[in-house]
Protein backbone atom coordinates (compact mmCIF):
# COMPACT_ATOMS: atom_id res chain seq x y z
CA UNK A 1 0.00 0.00 0.00
CA UNK A 2 1.36 3.37 -0.86
CA UNK A 3 2.97 6.03 1.72
CA UNK A 4 2.37 9.51 2.23
CA UNK A 5 5.97 10.10 0.55
CA UNK A 6 5.08 7.85 -2.23
CA UNK A 7 2.20 10.50 -3.15
CA UNK A 8 4.39 13.25 -3.31
CA UNK A 9 7.69 11.19 -5.30
CA UNK A 10 6.93 13.44 -8.42
CA UNK A 11 7.20 16.51 -6.61
CA UNK A 12 10.25 14.80 -4.56
CA UNK A 13 12.20 14.54 -8.00
CA UNK A 14 11.32 17.54 -9.49
CA UNK A 15 13.13 19.37 -6.23
CA UNK A 16 16.08 16.84 -6.73
CA UNK A 17 16.09 17.51 -11.11
CA UNK A 18 15.85 21.59 -10.14
CA UNK A 19 18.54 21.23 -7.80
CA UNK A 20 21.14 19.73 -10.01
CA UNK A 21 19.97 21.72 -13.01
CA UNK A 22 20.61 24.86 -11.04
CA UNK A 23 24.24 24.54 -9.64
CA UNK A 24 25.11 22.47 -12.89
CA UNK A 25 26.07 19.67 -11.10
CA UNK A 26 26.38 16.47 -12.80
CA UNK A 27 24.44 14.09 -10.63
CA UNK A 28 22.98 13.52 -6.75
CA UNK A 29 21.79 10.12 -5.25
CA UNK A 30 18.94 11.15 -3.22
CA UNK A 31 16.42 9.40 -0.85
CA UNK A 32 13.96 10.06 1.56
CA UNK A 33 13.83 7.86 4.97
CA UNK A 34 10.25 7.18 6.92
CA UNK A 35 10.62 5.07 9.76
CA UNK A 36 12.38 1.82 9.15
CA UNK A 37 11.92 2.48 5.43
CA UNK A 38 13.24 4.28 2.41
CA UNK A 39 10.55 5.16 1.25
CA UNK A 40 11.90 7.06 -2.00
CA UNK A 41 15.15 7.53 -3.88
CA UNK A 42 16.29 8.79 -7.01
CA UNK A 43 19.55 9.20 -9.13
CA UNK A 44 19.46 12.60 -11.14
CA UNK A 45 22.52 13.37 -13.58
CA UNK A 46 25.51 11.01 -14.13
CA UNK A 47 27.80 8.99 -11.47
CA UNK A 48 30.52 9.08 -14.50
CA UNK A 49 30.12 11.89 -16.68
CA UNK A 50 32.62 10.17 -19.19
CA UNK A 51 30.54 6.75 -19.55
CA UNK A 52 27.41 8.10 -18.74
CA UNK A 53 27.06 5.86 -15.89
CA UNK A 54 23.54 6.72 -14.11
CA UNK A 55 23.23 7.50 -10.84
CA UNK A 56 21.10 5.25 -8.43
CA UNK A 57 20.50 4.23 -4.78
CA UNK A 58 23.96 1.86 -4.52
CA UNK A 59 26.45 4.12 -6.14
CA UNK A 60 28.75 4.82 -3.58
CA UNK A 61 30.12 8.56 -2.92
CA UNK A 62 32.37 9.82 -0.06
CA UNK A 63 30.36 10.88 2.24
CA UNK A 64 33.59 12.88 4.25
CA UNK A 65 32.45 14.23 7.94
CA UNK A 66 29.42 12.28 7.90
CA UNK A 67 31.71 9.68 9.21
CA UNK A 68 32.00 11.62 12.42
CA UNK A 69 29.02 10.42 13.41
CA UNK A 70 29.65 6.78 13.26
CA UNK A 71 32.98 7.58 14.94
CA UNK A 72 30.98 9.87 17.85
CA UNK A 73 28.74 6.48 17.78
CA UNK A 74 32.13 4.14 18.91
CA UNK A 75 33.06 6.50 21.04
CA UNK A 76 29.73 6.42 22.59
CA UNK A 77 29.39 2.38 22.63
CA UNK A 78 32.46 2.31 24.66
CA UNK A 79 30.89 5.15 27.10
CA UNK A 80 28.20 2.79 27.76
CA UNK A 81 30.31 0.13 28.31
CA UNK A 82 32.25 1.67 30.87
CA UNK A 83 35.49 1.94 29.40
CA UNK A 84 35.42 5.43 29.63
CA UNK A 85 33.96 8.97 30.20
CA UNK A 86 32.89 11.62 28.20
CA UNK A 87 34.54 14.41 30.73
CA UNK A 88 37.47 12.17 30.79
CA UNK A 89 40.51 13.88 29.35
CA UNK A 90 42.00 13.01 25.93
CA UNK A 91 45.36 12.78 27.44
CA UNK A 92 44.14 9.77 29.69
CA UNK A 93 44.12 8.22 26.34
CA UNK A 94 46.63 9.54 24.35
CA UNK A 95 49.63 10.57 26.78
CA UNK A 96 51.31 12.02 23.82
CA UNK A 97 49.22 15.00 23.97
CA UNK A 98 51.11 15.65 27.11
CA UNK A 99 53.56 17.47 25.14
CA UNK A 100 50.72 19.84 23.07
CA UNK A 101 50.57 23.32 23.19
CA UNK A 102 47.78 24.14 26.05
CA UNK A 103 47.83 27.79 26.35
CA UNK A 104 44.61 28.23 27.89
CA UNK A 105 45.35 25.87 30.80
CA UNK A 106 45.46 22.44 31.72
CA UNK A 107 46.09 19.69 28.53
CA UNK A 108 43.07 18.12 30.69
CA UNK A 109 40.68 20.77 29.41
CA UNK A 110 40.91 18.88 26.39
CA UNK A 111 37.91 15.73 27.01
CA UNK A 112 36.41 13.20 25.15
CA UNK A 113 33.08 15.25 25.37
CA UNK A 114 34.32 18.66 23.92
CA UNK A 115 36.16 16.92 21.13
CA UNK A 116 32.90 15.21 20.17
CA UNK A 117 30.79 18.55 20.26
CA UNK A 118 33.66 20.54 18.32
CA UNK A 119 34.35 22.75 21.52
CA UNK A 120 37.73 21.75 22.73
CA UNK A 121 39.47 24.92 21.31
CA UNK A 122 41.80 22.18 19.07
CA UNK A 123 43.31 22.84 16.08
CA UNK A 124 41.14 22.21 13.30
CA UNK A 125 43.66 20.18 10.82
CA UNK A 126 46.63 18.28 11.21
CA UNK A 127 49.72 20.31 10.80
CA UNK A 128 51.01 21.18 7.44
CA UNK A 129 47.32 20.21 6.09
CA UNK A 130 46.56 22.42 2.63
CA UNK A 131 43.36 21.05 1.11
CA UNK A 132 43.86 22.46 -2.23
CA UNK A 133 46.29 20.24 -3.27
CA UNK A 134 44.93 17.56 -1.28
CA UNK A 135 48.29 17.65 1.17
CA UNK A 136 46.72 16.13 4.43
CA UNK A 137 48.04 13.72 7.35
CA UNK A 138 45.71 11.38 8.07
CA UNK A 139 47.38 9.01 10.16
CA UNK A 140 47.29 9.49 13.98
CA UNK A 141 50.39 7.78 14.69
CA UNK A 142 52.46 10.70 12.98
CA UNK A 143 50.23 13.41 14.18
CA UNK A 144 50.49 12.14 18.00
CA UNK A 145 54.62 11.47 17.34
CA UNK A 146 54.85 15.60 16.61
CA UNK A 147 52.29 16.55 19.28
CA UNK A 148 54.09 19.45 20.54
CA UNK A 149 52.52 20.92 16.97
CA UNK A 150 49.27 20.54 18.18
CA UNK A 151 47.28 21.66 20.69
CA UNK A 152 44.80 24.15 21.70
CA UNK A 153 44.08 27.36 19.44
CA UNK A 154 40.98 29.33 21.15
CA UNK A 155 39.66 28.73 25.17
CA UNK A 156 37.78 24.76 25.20
CA UNK A 157 34.24 25.53 25.79
CA UNK A 158 34.13 28.84 24.50
CA UNK A 159 32.97 28.52 21.09
CA UNK A 160 32.36 26.27 18.40
CA UNK A 161 35.76 25.34 16.99
CA UNK A 162 35.56 22.38 13.89
CA UNK A 163 38.21 20.08 14.36
CA UNK A 164 38.98 17.43 11.85
CA UNK A 165 42.03 16.86 14.35
CA UNK A 166 39.87 16.54 17.50
CA UNK A 167 38.20 13.10 15.43
CA UNK A 168 41.25 11.60 14.20
CA UNK A 169 42.27 11.69 17.58
CA UNK A 170 39.06 10.35 19.05
CA UNK A 171 39.21 7.56 16.14
CA UNK A 172 42.76 6.48 18.08
CA UNK A 173 40.98 6.48 21.09
CA UNK A 174 38.37 4.19 19.65
CA UNK A 175 41.66 1.89 18.10
CA UNK A 176 43.43 2.06 21.99
CA UNK A 177 40.07 1.10 24.35
CA UNK A 178 38.85 -0.88 21.89
CA UNK A 179 41.65 -3.05 21.37
CA UNK A 180 41.85 -3.26 17.71
CA UNK A 181 41.88 -0.81 14.89
CA UNK A 182 39.15 1.84 14.23
CA UNK A 183 38.37 0.36 10.85
CA UNK A 184 38.19 -2.99 12.60
CA UNK A 185 36.24 -1.88 15.63
CA UNK A 186 33.70 -0.14 13.27
CA UNK A 187 33.13 -2.57 10.73
CA UNK A 188 32.30 -5.15 13.42
CA UNK A 189 30.07 -2.88 16.07
CA UNK A 190 28.58 -0.61 13.93
CA UNK A 191 28.31 -1.45 10.22
CA UNK A 192 27.66 -4.85 9.85
CA UNK A 193 25.25 -4.89 12.83
CA UNK A 194 23.48 -2.41 10.83
CA UNK A 195 24.12 -4.71 7.46
CA UNK A 196 25.73 -1.77 6.10
CA UNK A 197 28.38 -3.95 3.74
CA UNK A 198 28.35 -1.05 1.01
CA UNK A 199 29.82 1.15 3.56
CA UNK A 200 33.71 1.04 3.83
CA UNK A 201 37.23 2.70 4.00
CA UNK A 202 39.53 2.85 0.96
CA UNK A 203 40.90 0.89 -0.57
CA UNK A 204 37.38 -0.27 -1.14
CA UNK A 205 36.79 -4.22 -2.45
CA UNK A 206 36.78 -4.31 -6.49
CA UNK A 207 33.05 -4.79 -6.40
CA UNK A 208 32.49 -1.70 -4.26
CA UNK A 209 35.15 -0.03 -6.28
CA UNK A 210 33.18 -0.60 -9.45
CA UNK A 211 29.99 1.43 -7.74
CA UNK A 212 31.28 4.71 -6.72
CA UNK A 213 30.55 7.70 -7.93
CA UNK A 214 33.60 10.05 -10.43
CA UNK A 215 34.02 12.90 -7.96
CA UNK A 216 33.79 16.73 -10.54
CA UNK A 217 35.21 19.68 -9.58
CA UNK A 218 33.53 22.43 -9.43
CA UNK A 219 32.49 24.57 -12.87
CA UNK A 220 34.55 27.56 -13.88
CA UNK A 221 34.20 29.31 -16.73
CA UNK A 222 32.67 26.61 -19.34
CA UNK A 223 30.68 23.50 -19.03
CA UNK A 224 33.23 21.11 -18.81
CA UNK A 225 33.35 18.76 -15.69
CA UNK A 226 37.00 17.86 -14.21
CA UNK A 227 37.60 14.80 -12.52
CA UNK A 228 38.51 16.35 -8.38
CA UNK A 229 42.32 15.02 -7.66
CA UNK A 230 42.92 12.20 -5.17
CA UNK A 231 42.19 12.67 -1.48
CA UNK A 232 45.31 11.32 0.66
CA UNK A 233 43.68 8.51 3.19
CA UNK A 234 41.38 9.59 5.82
CA UNK A 235 39.79 7.47 8.71
CA UNK A 236 37.72 8.82 11.59
CA UNK A 237 37.12 11.88 10.86
CA UNK A 238 36.22 11.53 6.98
CA UNK A 239 37.02 8.62 5.37
CA UNK A 240 33.79 6.46 4.78
CA UNK A 241 32.18 5.65 1.29
CA UNK A 242 28.48 4.62 1.31
CA UNK A 243 25.62 4.98 -0.52
CA UNK A 244 22.05 6.05 -0.59
CA UNK A 245 20.85 2.31 0.51
CA UNK A 246 23.27 2.17 3.52
CA UNK A 247 22.79 5.74 5.03
CA UNK A 248 19.25 5.02 4.71
CA UNK A 249 19.91 2.58 6.88
CA UNK A 250 21.59 4.52 9.28
CA UNK A 251 19.11 7.11 9.01
CA UNK A 252 16.53 4.25 10.04
CA UNK A 253 18.45 3.73 13.23
CA UNK A 254 18.78 7.70 14.23
CA UNK A 255 14.85 6.97 15.06
CA UNK A 256 14.99 4.21 17.65
CA UNK A 257 15.54 6.54 20.88
CA UNK A 258 12.52 4.97 22.89
CA UNK A 259 14.68 1.38 22.41
CA UNK A 260 16.11 -0.36 25.30
CA UNK A 261 19.61 -1.19 25.83
CA UNK A 262 22.33 -1.93 22.93
CA UNK A 263 21.78 -5.36 21.53
CA UNK A 264 22.02 -6.81 18.43
CA UNK A 265 21.20 -4.35 15.49
CA UNK A 266 20.42 -1.96 18.30
CA UNK A 267 23.93 -0.67 18.54
CA UNK A 268 23.61 1.58 20.84
CA UNK A 269 21.09 2.35 23.74
CA UNK A 270 17.83 4.10 23.06
CA UNK A 271 18.43 6.72 25.59
CA UNK A 272 22.16 7.50 23.99
CA UNK A 273 20.34 7.92 20.62
CA UNK A 274 18.95 10.88 22.53
CA UNK A 275 21.25 11.91 23.90
CA UNK A 276 23.82 12.65 20.81
CA UNK A 277 21.33 14.25 19.00
CA UNK A 278 20.05 16.65 21.71
CA UNK A 279 22.07 20.01 21.62
CA UNK A 280 24.30 20.93 24.02
CA UNK A 281 24.74 24.47 22.74
CA UNK A 282 24.14 27.27 20.89
CA UNK A 283 25.89 27.75 17.44
CA UNK A 284 24.91 30.97 16.13
CA UNK A 285 23.63 34.15 17.95
CA UNK A 286 19.99 33.84 15.74
CA UNK A 287 19.42 30.52 17.75
CA UNK A 288 19.08 28.93 14.40
CA UNK A 289 22.21 26.27 14.93
CA UNK A 290 22.93 24.11 17.59
CA UNK A 291 25.64 21.72 18.22
CA UNK A 292 25.23 18.02 20.03
CA UNK A 293 27.36 14.82 20.55
CA UNK A 294 28.80 14.03 16.70
CA UNK A 295 25.72 15.60 15.19
CA UNK A 296 24.46 19.60 14.89
CA UNK A 297 21.36 20.83 14.37
CA UNK A 298 19.64 23.56 12.43
CA UNK A 299 16.03 25.39 13.09
CA UNK A 300 14.18 25.75 9.34
CA UNK A 301 10.47 27.24 9.61
CA UNK A 302 10.47 25.67 13.13
CA UNK A 303 11.61 22.82 12.02
CA UNK A 304 14.59 21.13 13.96
CA UNK A 305 17.00 19.30 11.60
CA UNK A 306 19.44 16.91 13.20
CA UNK A 307 22.09 16.48 10.44
CA UNK A 308 25.88 16.33 9.41
CA UNK A 309 27.23 17.23 5.78
CA UNK A 310 30.66 16.05 4.35
CA UNK A 311 32.78 17.95 2.01
CA UNK A 312 35.90 16.39 -0.01
CA UNK A 313 37.44 16.78 -3.13
CA UNK A 314 34.49 16.21 -5.81
CA UNK A 315 32.04 15.07 -2.85
CA UNK A 316 29.78 16.99 -1.21
CA UNK A 317 26.82 15.43 1.31
CA UNK A 318 24.25 15.76 3.75
CA UNK A 319 22.08 13.64 5.87
CA UNK A 320 19.54 15.23 7.66
CA UNK A 321 16.07 13.77 10.01
CA UNK A 322 13.56 14.64 12.15
CA UNK A 323 13.96 12.08 15.11
CA UNK A 324 10.32 12.94 16.17
CA UNK A 325 8.29 12.80 13.31
CA UNK A 326 10.70 10.00 11.94
CA UNK A 327 11.59 11.60 8.65
CA UNK A 328 14.59 12.37 7.09
CA UNK A 329 16.66 12.54 3.95
CA UNK A 330 19.98 11.78 1.95
CA UNK A 331 21.58 14.29 -0.36
CA UNK A 332 24.96 12.53 -2.31
CA UNK A 333 26.57 14.90 -4.71
CA UNK A 334 29.55 14.28 -7.09
CA UNK A 335 30.10 17.81 -7.75
CA UNK A 336 30.07 21.19 -5.69
CA UNK A 337 26.61 22.43 -4.22
CA UNK A 338 24.96 22.50 -1.07
CA UNK A 339 23.90 19.27 -0.57
CA UNK A 340 22.70 20.45 2.76
CA UNK A 341 19.97 22.42 1.26
CA UNK A 342 18.75 19.68 -0.99
CA UNK A 343 18.70 17.42 1.98
CA UNK A 344 16.37 19.61 4.03
CA UNK A 345 14.38 20.78 0.91
CA UNK A 346 13.33 16.93 0.15
CA UNK A 347 13.12 15.99 3.62
CA UNK A 348 10.68 18.98 4.40
CA UNK A 349 8.31 18.06 1.69
CA UNK A 350 8.59 14.65 2.49
CA UNK A 351 7.71 15.51 6.54
CA UNK A 352 4.64 18.06 5.36
CA UNK A 353 3.18 14.28 3.38
CA UNK A 354 3.71 12.53 6.78
CA UNK A 355 2.14 15.10 9.12
CA UNK A 356 -0.92 15.72 6.63
CA UNK A 357 -1.87 12.04 6.53
CA UNK A 358 -4.24 10.50 8.59
CA UNK A 359 -2.61 9.01 11.74
CA UNK A 360 -2.52 5.78 12.39
CA UNK A 361 -5.01 4.05 15.17
CA UNK A 362 -3.11 1.51 17.41
CA UNK A 363 -4.38 -0.08 20.33
CA UNK A 364 -2.68 0.87 23.77
CA UNK A 365 -0.29 -0.61 25.59
CA UNK A 366 -2.18 -2.71 28.73
CA UNK A 367 -1.47 -1.28 31.81
CA UNK A 368 1.20 -3.49 33.69
CA UNK A 369 -0.79 -5.48 36.96
CA UNK A 370 1.77 -4.28 39.52
CA UNK A 371 1.05 -0.54 38.22
CA UNK A 372 -2.42 -0.39 38.19
CA UNK A 373 -2.34 0.76 42.00
CA UNK A 374 0.11 3.57 41.90
CA UNK A 375 -2.21 5.12 39.10
CA UNK A 376 -4.04 8.03 40.28
CA UNK A 377 -4.08 11.66 42.08
CA UNK A 378 -1.64 13.28 44.31
CA UNK A 379 -1.31 16.87 46.02
CA UNK A 380 0.79 18.44 48.19
CA UNK A 381 -2.06 19.97 50.14
CA UNK A 382 -2.52 17.98 53.50
CA UNK A 383 1.12 18.63 53.78
CA UNK A 384 1.91 22.36 52.30
CA UNK A 385 -1.59 23.98 51.58
CA UNK A 386 -1.18 25.15 48.30
CA UNK A 387 -3.20 22.85 46.24
CA UNK A 388 -0.81 21.47 43.95
CA UNK A 389 -1.72 18.42 42.71
CA UNK A 390 -0.24 15.69 39.72
CA UNK A 391 -1.93 12.78 37.83
CA UNK A 392 0.20 9.59 37.73
CA UNK A 393 -0.85 7.84 34.50
CA UNK A 394 -0.25 4.73 32.36
CA UNK A 395 0.28 6.94 29.01
CA UNK A 396 2.04 5.62 26.24
CA UNK A 397 3.40 3.19 27.39
CA UNK A 398 5.08 4.57 30.31
CA UNK A 399 4.25 5.71 34.49
CA UNK A 400 4.22 9.21 33.46
CA UNK A 401 3.15 12.65 36.18
CA UNK A 402 1.10 14.64 34.60
CA UNK A 403 0.40 18.76 35.74
CA UNK A 404 -2.91 20.77 33.76
CA UNK A 405 -1.13 23.67 34.50
CA UNK A 406 2.49 22.74 33.33
CA UNK A 407 1.52 20.97 30.58
CA UNK A 408 5.32 20.38 29.09
CA UNK A 409 6.35 18.86 32.47
CA UNK A 410 5.69 15.48 32.35
CA UNK A 411 8.25 13.10 34.24
CA UNK A 412 7.98 9.46 33.11
CA UNK A 413 9.32 6.58 35.62
CA UNK A 414 11.68 3.70 35.12
CA UNK A 415 11.28 0.81 37.42
CA UNK A 416 14.67 0.89 39.55
CA UNK A 417 14.65 -2.57 40.76
CA UNK A 418 12.18 -2.51 43.94
CA UNK A 419 8.49 -2.97 42.81
CA UNK A 420 7.86 0.90 44.86
CA UNK A 421 11.05 2.65 43.36
CA UNK A 422 11.63 4.40 40.54
CA UNK A 423 14.15 6.71 38.67
CA UNK A 424 13.00 9.91 36.56
CA UNK A 425 13.92 9.48 33.14
CA UNK A 426 16.20 12.41 31.03
CA UNK A 427 14.18 15.89 29.78
CA UNK A 428 12.85 17.36 33.34
CA UNK A 429 14.11 18.92 36.14
CA UNK A 430 14.09 16.28 38.09
CA UNK A 431 15.88 13.61 35.84
CA UNK A 432 17.81 11.20 37.57
CA UNK A 433 15.98 11.45 40.68
CA UNK A 434 14.70 8.44 42.84
CA UNK A 435 10.17 8.23 43.08
CA UNK A 436 9.17 6.39 46.07
CA UNK A 437 5.62 5.17 46.74
CA UNK A 438 5.00 4.89 50.25
CA UNK A 439 2.05 2.12 51.12
CA UNK A 440 -0.27 1.91 54.33
CA UNK A 441 -0.15 -0.95 56.54
CA UNK A 442 -3.31 -2.35 54.44
CA UNK A 443 -0.77 -2.24 51.53
CA UNK A 444 -2.74 0.59 50.02
CA UNK A 445 -0.69 2.94 48.19
CA UNK A 446 -0.46 6.47 50.63
CA UNK A 447 1.84 8.91 49.35
CA UNK A 448 5.34 9.30 46.65
CA UNK A 449 8.38 10.94 47.42
CA UNK A 450 8.87 12.42 43.79
CA UNK A 451 12.58 13.58 43.90
CA UNK A 452 11.91 15.10 47.25
CA UNK A 453 8.37 16.30 47.37
CA UNK A 454 5.84 14.05 49.16
CA UNK A 455 2.83 13.90 47.34
CA UNK A 456 -0.51 12.27 49.36
CA UNK A 457 -2.50 10.04 46.77
CA UNK A 458 -6.46 10.74 47.23
CA UNK A 459 -8.26 7.54 47.52
CA UNK A 460 -10.84 7.08 44.84
CA UNK A 461 -15.03 7.54 46.24
CA UNK A 462 -16.59 3.82 45.79
Known sequence: MPGPVTEVASKLEATAASFVKEHRLPGAAVGVVHGDDLVWSAGIGFADVSTGRPHDPTTLHRIASITKTFTGTAVMQLRDEGLLHLDDP?????????????????????????????ESGMKGDPPGTEWVSATYEGDPAVNLANAAALGTMVPPNTQQKYSNLGFQLLGEVVARVGGQPYASYLRANVLEPLGMSSTAFDPLDPALED?????????????????????PPIEAEGGLWSS???????VSFQ??????????????????????????????????????????????????WVQHSGGLHGFITNVCFDPLEKVGAIALVNGVGPASELAVSLAGV??????????????????PAPYRELLGLYTDAPTVGDGYMVRLEWRDGALTFLNPQ???????????????????????????EPVRFERRTDGR?????????????LDPVE
Open 255 to 304: FRRDAGPRGGAQILAGATLKEMQTPRYLGDDAWTEAWGIAWYAQRKDDVI
Open 350 to 367: ARTAVRDAPPPVVSPAPT
Open 211 to 231: RCATGYRGRAFSDELEPAIAV
Open 406 to 432: EPTWRPTLTPAGDPDVFTVEPGVRESG
Open 244 to 250: VEDLARW
Open 90 to 118: AVTYLPELRSSQSPFGAIETVTIRRLLSH
Open 445 to 457: IKAVDLAGTRLVR
